[in-house]
């Protein structure tokens, strides 16, 4: 017997968890794999997703991570000579944090709230569950999605992602995108003395040393770096689904949907609607995250269009990043829409300008 039952406990389940025990319910989380678990993934908490981690109580100050002071692109343009343009986030910094401390940090502040933590129970079909409220946390094959009947989608596309760390110095304090046909290879310093290499891509036999190749300054930095860590690889996914309530059952992170893993934006969306969520639940009704999770999604997915876009167009990308790095201030007010802090109708007019400025590239 439990207010609130969550199947799955990764980072976006128990911050659902952490808001609903905050809200005052009792508390059960149950997933079949024990901690800390870990997952292919890009490992940078963007400024938002920070903010969200400090308004449900969470400390990370403490913990073992980077201070992220912004973006950096790295691309090439119409001769194929090399460029770079980068914008600091206007707000709070952003953190490199692992993803195997950052589940331990939550895991232990989750126990601290009181939350019921079942480790290796696999969940079943929630027969035998008595809960006010079921939570689907468990990711993109959810089977809480499944059974639920929430399954219908609007869009469902994919992409592969690979991921392992180098033990090197990082040598900016930037997310570092490299951008060529077909890939994108992310470098996000996670400690003083590690980086870690993520490599996003539709082909699913790339791996990250062959993907180092296309970027030779790149791969000259970490090619004598000892390996932190094995290769890891996943499935990135932009799926928006019809629906994530049906009676007492929501869907949250990436069981509810997600958006491709270019936007760096996963945890940064999940906590936000962890909190949703909770608030939804202490108000005792569900329409209320529905609604909320429309809203928290739609500048996520706006933002990963346009950099899908960017992906799929090589002449495009060929001509925006030079057009970026001759307008600089573009960038960073393309980086405020990205973090939530500029208004649509601003980017609008910034597209423009990018548009009016690759036109001379």
């Not at 951008?179 to 003083?192: I, K, R, S």
């Not at 906590?271 to 108000?283: G, I, N, P, S, V």
Request: charged content about 20%; overall charge positive; hydrophobic content about 45%.
């Amino acid at each position: 017997m439990t207010d609130v039952f969550i199947v799955g406990g990764g980072p976006v389940g128990l911050a659902a968890a952490i808001a609903a025990r905050r809200k005052g319910f009792s508390v059960t989380v149950a997933d079949a794999s024990e901690p800390p678990i870990d997952k292919a993934c890009g490992e940078g908490l963007l400024p938002q997703g920070v903010a969200a981690a400090q308004a449900l109580g969470i400390n990370l100050t403490d913990i073992p991570s980077f201070p992220l002071r912004g973006i950096r692109f790295h691309g090439a343009n119409t001769h194929g000579l090399r460029t770079s343009v980068e914008a600091d986030f206007p707000t709070n910094r952003g953190m490199g944090i692992r993803r195997t401390v950052l589940h331990k940090a939550l895991v232990e502040h989750a126990a601290r709230e009181g939350i019921d933590l079942r480790w290796r129970t696999p969940s079943g079909d929630l027969s035998s569950v008595k809960a006010r409220w079921i939570i689907g946390a468990d990711g993109m094959n959810s089977g809480v999605r499944s059974l639920a009947g929430l399954s219908a989608t609007h869009r469902n596309t994919q992409r592969f992602g690979f991921r392992r760390h180098a033990g090197v110095a990082p040598w900016s304090n930037f997310v570092e995108i490299y951008w060529t046909q077909g890939l994108q290879v992310y470098v996000t310093p996670v400690a003083a003395d590690e980086v870690g290499i993520a490599v996003l891509t539709r082909n699913p036999k790339q791996r990250v040393d062959e993907a180092l190749g296309h970027f030779p300054d790149l791969a000259a930095r970490v090619r004598q770096a000892p390996s932190r860590s094995s290769e890891r690889g996943a499935v990135t996914v932009c799926r928006v689904l019809k629906q994530v309530t049906r009676g007492n059952t929501a869907l949250v992170g990436d069981a509810s949907g997600s958006v491709d893993a270019i936007t760096g934006e996963g945890l940064a969306l999940g906590f936000h609607q962890a909190m949703e969520l909770a608030e939804a639940m202490a108000r005792n009704d569900l329409s209320l995250y529905e609604t909320a999770h429309k809203r928290l999604a739609r500048r996520p997915h706006f933002m990963a269009n346009f950099m899908l876009t960017m992906d799929q167009r090589a002449w495009l990308r060929n001509r925006a990043i030079p057009a970026l790095a001759a307008r600089p201030e573009i960038f960073r007010r393309l980086l405020e829409m990205h973090v939530g802090a500029a208004n649509p109708p601003r980017f609008a007019v910034d597209c423009l300008a990018l548009g009016w400025q690759m036109l001379g590239v």
